[in-house]
Structure formats: structure tokens, C-alpha cells
């Protein structure tokens, strides 16, 4: 209980730095290079905490991004913040000690006990706290960017707490003194993609890595919003982008996935003021969407109840974090997912393509919107939204004019900013990658709505339909194969993996080899065709692109190193001959 | 015309002046009563987040620049700075984050396309004193440090700071047991030495004995996973850095520092391994290699080959690749040297 008091306390109370202070009870939550460990703090009458252990060779994040949140962290004070007691080093991994929220995320809470989301009375609870901590994340200059249910924490007295910052970004600091340090380059952090989940992700995020503002957060929250309702993020019952799809396949079961396919015929009726408080969050237009201040004084959040209210309704007779946690590992036994989205497991996400979502305020649901050349003009739009995160740029601009700066530094950072734009206008403008959502819209037999394909390359979407035919098959096979006509380098890895689940393997392969070829010579067509147009600069056509060149270079490295090996090993022998057994390193420096 | 209904629109000067004052009475507060105490705080809280509305803007309106030109004129016509670091630790969590701010914006607001914040601290140097000092104050740390880390965009304020005694301190403080600390310390270090590249390499030519010593010796030789990590990236971007060509030369000449690199290159860790290739390979590319280098490359040689063999980075790196096969083949071709 005293829990809220004890955590505000906790700024002036140093908490030791040395791991022998900490009795590790038990792992409460996984992730691709992250532990979180109940434990107690025994210097401190063994008060319970919870130890976030990221393995930081692991996580092979510039160490100025690890720098930078956990500077963030610490200097960050208000009762819905979740943040740390202290951080130290245990080796290779950094420790990061924090309060121990005894309930878990909210993703966990629903994915054991409320499958068919809260009720609207609980969720004015959460979402209030919520708000008051964005509100006062915005501003203090702080970006969140990744609001989702999984990041959401709660206690045991019903406080809520907005966790994880894991992938926070300051405007002020982004535009100071680290001028090569921009966010650009910061695209990779260490636990979760930089730019957050895709279902949680605004439109903007999608269309430019950079162009990440204020509103993007609203955008998130909107989507929480939907997710606390509805017992899972909308859209998740969708096939949509390969990233969209391992996660469904890792989160849900694709039983699963049927079922709620299901659920959503029997719709839950909601509000009047959650319907309206929800579509001004998710309007496509970010600058329309309110501030988290503002949105606080909506009538939805009018008569929201305090936290004993969610003592009541939501966390009486809830499973253990542990307890949940077991479970979740044990229906997770082949993934690594873990029980919260505390620890992110953020490699899937890297691929995304989706367009973004027109809410439908009727159905309370987003309806997908893939990109096409028709729908350009709106995506410029909100495009130009990474110009308004005015804070930025403007500081941009004027940490150029130092004179003492080297030009040097100078120089990059302009490019950075030119490179944001050209990415940007890339993007937009890519027929290619385009095309690629088309074919996967047409594969999962989603209505590409309202936006009529321009018709711009007949080529290419003929070849998508044929795409779609060689799809036909099991429902799991379907996946794996949208995985491959997503991705034309179809020697993924990952994708290969899945594959072996199907059932006639070779003439899948087959199939998608030839699928693969095809789809090469469209693709570079349509290169040949921006290049002529005197367009973009094909080199960062997109990061599909990238990933397939990336992949068929690896493998003829590998052969390459493996001819290597063989040769050195030979010289290897050969040296040994001539000089009579090597001196090792020590010895050899003695004389 | 909001002037019409608000009785007195506060311009940037008064804002600034508003708020020296304010600090003034903080610097000598012991002496007045709690609760007058406590309203004076409190309006300097909100003084000081009015000048950072001002320098950034908020939700409703861009910053603009005659405002901020005004507030940045007004503020170093005084010294308001040196009243600010002082009373910064009497301000709360809040306004002590809203002043760094302010001082951070500050130092790039040009006045008449001059940064006058670089004239005021060139005058006013020993408050990079305060701020140094700052990293040995779990409390101050972070809020000194991000000062310091603006106010070295300045060279002048950046050469001081190397030529310092506090140099030395550095060397303590990036490995501080608080991580949050000694991480921003490290990102001062950084700055300090890759920002100004011809003060860097004035300072590293006069330093070079005392500093690689201490380099070697505290961070490529620390028992700290996480220090020798930084600190082999570090010097992989200081020497490969062309101003810095002469420390590079003779840096790459010294067997010491060839054993210490060696040593790097057989860690556990493949970001550690990485970072020290990136050094190796210009003690191998050195076209006049001493006879001691050779000869130790040359006892190694076989070792060394093994090891390139099944070297490569995570992501494709053509560069890196490149490098590899250069180095692997300059040590292919080498020659005993005769000692002489």
C-alpha cells in the first residue's frame, strides 16, 4: 500500500549499487536481452523490487541510447511515472532497480482474467493516470513511444503507472548537444524497435521514422484505449504486414485468432463520450488529434473513480504476477514471448508497411488503409507532421548556427536532416513497397478502402494476384507464404522457419522461388523507372529491399568465409611447419 | 492587443530581471521567514519556466527569435548564470530540469549572429569548475553535466576544460557505480574529446604521455565490462580521426599499446572485439611498423589469422570486410624485421 509513498521517497533515498544487496526471488518477465526479477532489497528491510537486468553486449545498442534513457529515467518524478531506484552495472548487464508494481501490466492482467477487456469505468481509471503522466511527459519535452497495455503497471493499492521508456526520446535533448547523435540514427534501441509496436503505431510513424511528435503518443493512446476495451489491440484479428503477423502469431494462438474473429461479430456496446474521446485520438491528422491536456478535461474522464475502484473490479481474486507469468512461459513454451510486454521483444517489429487505420467511430474498430498512390496526398500531409515537431527542428536549426562547432559536425547534422526528408519523401513515393502492401492487401483479402489504386503499375499488382493464388492453402501455411510475398528475398531466415511447419514444403519453395525472381525483376523495374523519372535516391528504397540484399550477400559470404576457413586452415598448417608451434600472446610479448 | 485586458505584459527582460532578482534573494535565503521563503521559490519556479517557454516555445506558439534574442541579451548582461548554477541546488526536481534547459538553449541563442554565451563564459571560466565538480554530487550530477555538456559546444570553453586539472577527474567519474552518472560523465568525455578537432588534437599532442597512460591503464585495462567497451570506441574515434594523425602514428608504434589492443581482440565480447579491430588494423597498416611491432605481429601471426578467419560483424559491413582483408594480408606478408 505504502508502495506510492515509498516510490516518491525514493528519489532521496539511495538504494545500494552493488548486486549482493539483492535477493532475486524469481524471474517475472523475459525478453530478447532483458530479464525482470522480482526481489528484495535486503538493506532495506528486504522491501520488494523489481530488477530489470538488460544484457548490454547483447543488445548491441549505441551506448549513448542506453546513456540517454537512463538519464531520462532518473530525472523523471511523477506519481504515474514508473521509474528507477537506481541503475548499476553487474558485469555485462546493467540493473536497473525499480518499484515493484505487484499487479503486472494491464496486458497481463487482461490476457488471464479479462479476455473481453475492462469495463468502461475501469478504463477511465487507467486512462486518466495515463494522461496525467503523458501530459506531464510532453511537457517536460519527453516522448514515450510505446503507450500500450503492456506498458502499463499496476499495484496493489490500484495506482497505475506508465512504464518502459525504453524507447522515450527527449525533443530538447535530440536537438542539443549530441548534433550526430539525431534520432535518426537512434532508430534502434535496445529493447524495443524505436518507434514502438505497430498496432499502437500512429500513421506518421509509420510513413518516417523521424517525424515522431507529440501527437503520435495521443495516437498510441487512442489504441490503448481500443485495447483495454476490447481485450486486445484492434486489428490484431487482421493478417496484415509480415511484422503485424508474427506478432498475432506469437501473441495469440492462430486458434486464437479464429476465435476472435468471432468476437468481434458480438460487439460490445461502449459510450457515447469513450466513442468521441477515442476518435479524436485517432484521427489521421495528427495536428487535429488533442493534447493529453486537453484531453483530461474530456467528459469521458468526468466522473473517473480513484484507484480503490480498481482494487475492487479488477484486481480482487487476480493470479499472481509470478503465477501469470509461469503460465505464460508455459503456453509460450516454444516462443519467447514473455507475460508483459515489459521486455519488448522487439526484433519483429522492424518491417512494417502498413498504412495506418481509419477509425471507425460506428464500429469502434480501425479499418485498415494501406498505402497507394492515391491516398499520397494525405500521407504528405501528415509526412510534414515531422517538421512540426517544432521543438526539434527549431533547436536543430539553431545548434547548427554555433560558429565554434566544427564544420564537421555541422555537416552531419544537416545531412541527417536532409535525410530525413528525402527518407521521407522515399517512402511516399516508392511505388515499390507500395505495391508490396497492395499484395499482401490482396492476399489477405482485406478491402483496400476507398482508395482507388492508381493504377500506376498494372505489372506489378498482377503479379500480386498471382501472388494470392499460390497462397491457397492451410490457414498457418497462408501465413508463412504472405511472409514470402511480402518479402521477395524469400532466403529469410525467419520465414524459412515457418515454412517448415507447412505441409508440401518443395513445391512451396518452388513457388516461392519463382515468386521471389518475379518479383526481383518488377522490383527492379520500378527502380529502373525512379531512377529514370530523376527521382529518389534508389539507394534507400526500403528496407525490405535492403534486408533481401543483405540476406543474399550473407549467404554468399558465408560460402565465401566458409572457402576461407578451409584455405586458412591450410596456411594455418603450413605455418605451423615452419615456425615450431606458435608462441602465445603472453610469452611471445615477454621478450 | 492582449496588453488591453492584462494589466502588465511581461516582456523577456523582465522576465530575466524578474528572475535575477528572485535567485538573489535564494543565494542569501537562510535569512527570511519559511513562508515568504516559499512564495519566492515558488515564483522563481514559474519565472524560470516562463524563460524556457519563451527560448522553446510551448503547444500554442513557436518561439520567436526577437524575444528569445532579448531574453538571451538580457540574461548575460548580468550574471545571472553564475547566480542560476549556484541556486540550482536549493530549486525542486522540476525547475532544476526547466533551468537546465534554459542554460542549454541559451548557449546557441545568437544575439547580432554572435553567440554571446561564449563570450560571457570565456569571462566567467571557473564555472565549468562548479559544473565539473558537479559529477561528485549524486544529486547535481545529471543537471550539472547536461550544462557542461552544452557549454563545451563552445571551443574555447571545451579547451579550458582539457587543459584543466579536472581532466584527470574524468577518468574517475565515467566509472562511478551510479550508471546514470557515470554514463553522462562518459558522454562528456566524449564530447570533450571528439567535438573541436583541432583543439582535441593540440591537447592530445601536448598530453599524449600522461593521458594514453592513464587511458590505457583506468579504461582499456578496467575490470568494467561496460568502460573498456566505451573506451575502445572511443579511441578507435580518436585515432582514426584524420586531425588526430600524428597521436595515431605514434600511438600504433608502441608495443604497449599493441599488447593491450591484442588482448581486446581475444575478449568474450564481440562489441569489445569489433571496436578493438577498429584499432588493431592501423597498428598493421602502419607502413613503417618498428621492429618490435613486426616481430610481435609476426610471433602471433598464426594466432592472429585463426582469429580474422571467424571474425565478422552482425551486419554486413563491406568497409569492415575490406579492412579484414587488408590487414589479414599485411600480416600474411610480414617479414621478420633484423633488429638493429
Known sequence: ?591 | MKGLFKPKPRTPVDVVRQTRDLLMFADRMSDTREGKREDKMLELSKNIREMKSILYGNSESEPVSEACAQLTQEFFRENTLRLLIRCLPKLNLETRKDATQVVANLQRQQVHSKLIASDYLEANIDLMDTLISGYENTEMALHYGAMLRECIRHQSVARYVLESAHMKKFFDYIQLPNFDIAADAAATFKELLTRHKSTVAEFLSKNYDWFFEEYNSKLLESTNYITRRQAVKLLGDMLLDRSNSAVMTRYVSSRDNLRILMNLLRESSKSIQIEAFHVFKLFAANQNKPADIVSILVANRSKLLRLFANFKTDKEDEQFEADKAQVVKEIAALEPKERT
Open chain 1, 1 to 591: 500500500m505504502a508502495a506510492q509513498e515509498e516510490d516518491r521517497e525514493a528519489r532521496k533515498v539511495q538504494y545500494p549499487l552493488d548486486p549482493s544487496s539483492y535477493q532475486i526471488l524469481g524471474e517475472i518477465g523475459v525478453g530478447v536481452s532483458a530479464i525482470v526479477y522480482k526481489a528484495l532489497c535486503l538493506p532495506m528491510n528486504s522491501s520488494v523490487v523489481a530488477i530489470k537486468a538488460i544484457d548490454l553486449d547483447q543488445s548491441r545498442a549505441d551506448f549513448d541510447n542506453v546513456r540517454r534513457e537512463a538519464t531520462t529515467m532518473s530525472l523523471l518524478s511523477h506519481p504515474n511515472i514508473l521509474n528507477a531506484h537506481c541503475s548499476f552495472l553487474v558485469d555485462r548487464r546493467l540493473w536497473v532497480v525499480m518499484p515493484f508494481m505487484s499487479a503486472g501490466s494491464l496486458q497481463s492482467i487482461i490476457t488471464s482474467s479479462f479476455s473481453d477487456g475492462l469495463t468502461e469505468s475501469c478504463i477511465a481509471v487507467v486512462l486518466k493516470d495515463i494522461l496525467n503522466a503523458l501530459s506531464y511527459l510532453h511537457d517536460q519535452g519527453h516522448l514515450h513511444r510505446d503507450i500500450k497495455a503492456g506498458n502499463i503497471l499496476i499495484d496493489s493499492n490500484g495506482s497505475v503507472k506508465l512504464a518502459d521508456f525504453g524507447v522515450s526520446a527527449s525533443i530538447y535533448e535530440s536537438n542539443a548537444a549530441r548534433g550526430w547523435y539525431t534520432m535518426s540514427s537512434a532508430s534502434s534501441l535496445m529493447l524495443t524497435d524505436f518507434t514502438g509496436t505497430p498496432y499502437w503505431m500512429a500513421p506518421e510513424v509509420i510513413h518516417s521514422h523521424n517525424g515522431y511528435g507529440f501527437k503520435a503518443d495521443i495516437w498510441s493512446f487512442g489504441i490503448t484505449a481500443l485495447e483495454l476495451a476490447h481485450g486486445r489491440p484492434p486489428l490484431s484479428h487482421l493478417p496484415l504486414s509480415k511484422s503485424l503477423l508474427l506478432k498475432i502469431t506469437k501473441r495469440f494462438r492462430f486458434s486464437d485468432y479464429e476465435k476472435h474473429k468471432k468476437d468481434k461479430q458480438k460487439k460490445k456496446k461502449f459510450s457515447k463520450a469513450f466513442k468521441d474521446m477515442v476518435a479524436l485520438c485517432l484521427d489521421q491528422d495528427p495536428t487535429k488529434r488533442p493534447t493529453a491536456g486537453k484531453l483530461l478535461k474530456h467528459p469521458f474522464f468526468k466522473n473517473s473513480k480513484g484507484s480503490d475502484f480498481l482494487v475492487k473490479n479488477v484486481l480482487q481474486g487476480l493470479p499472481s504476477v509470478e503465477e501469470r507469468f509461469i503460465l505464460q512461459s508455459m503456453i509460450n513454451k516454444n516462443g519467447h514471448d514473455d507475460e508483459d510486454d515489459d521486455v519488448e521483444d522487439g526484433q519483429n517489429v522492424k518491417h512494417r508497411r502498413i498504412s495506418g487505420w481509419n477509425f471507425n467511430e460506428d464500429g469502434f474498430e480501425l479499418d485498415p488503409v494501406f498505402p497507394t498512390e492515391s491516398k499520397e496526398p494525405s500521407n504528405a500531409k501528415q509526412v510534414r507532421f515531422g517538421g512540426e515537431t517544432f521543438i526539434r527542428n527549431k533547436g536543430g536549426e539553431s545548434g547548427e548556427s554555433s560558429p565554434s562547432s566544427t564544420g564537421h559536425i555541422r555537416e552531419e547534422n544537416q545531412v541527417d536532416i536532409h535525410g530525413e526528408n528525402a527518407s521521407v519523401q522515399n517512402r511516399d513515393s516508392n511505388p515499390s513497397s507500395s505495391g508490396k502492401v497492395g499484395a499482401h492487401c490482396e492476399a489477405a483479402s482485406v478491402q483496400d478502402r476507398g482508395s482507388e489504386p492508381s493504377g500506376s503499375n498494372p505489372k506489378l499488382s498482377g503479379q500480386i494476384e498471382e501472388d494470392a493464388k499460390v497462397q491457397v492453402g492451410t490457414q498457418c501455411e497462408c501465413s508463412s507464404v504472405q511472409d514470402r510475398g511480402v518479402e521477395p528475398g524469400g532466403s529469410n531466415p525467419s520465414s524459412l522457419g515457418q515454412v517448415e511447419v507447412g505441409i508440401d514444403r518443395e513445391s512451396m519453395l518452388r513457388n516461392l522461388l519463382l515468386l521471389t525472381k518475379s518479383l526481383d525483376e518488377q522490383k527492379k523495374k520500378v527502380v529502373d523507372l525512379i531512377v529514370l523519372l530523376g527521382g529518389e535516391e534508389v539507394a534507400e528504397l526500403s528496407r525490405d529491399d535492403q534486408m533481401v540484399q543483405l540476406i543474399e550477400k550473407l549467404k554468399m559470404d558465408l560460402e565465401f568465409e566458409k572457402k576461407k576457413n578451409f584455405e586458412l586452415e591450410m596456411e594455418l598448417e603450413f605455418l605451423r611447419l615452419q615456425i615450431h608451434g606458435p608462441p602465445s600472446l603472453e610469452t611471445s610479448l615477454q621478450n
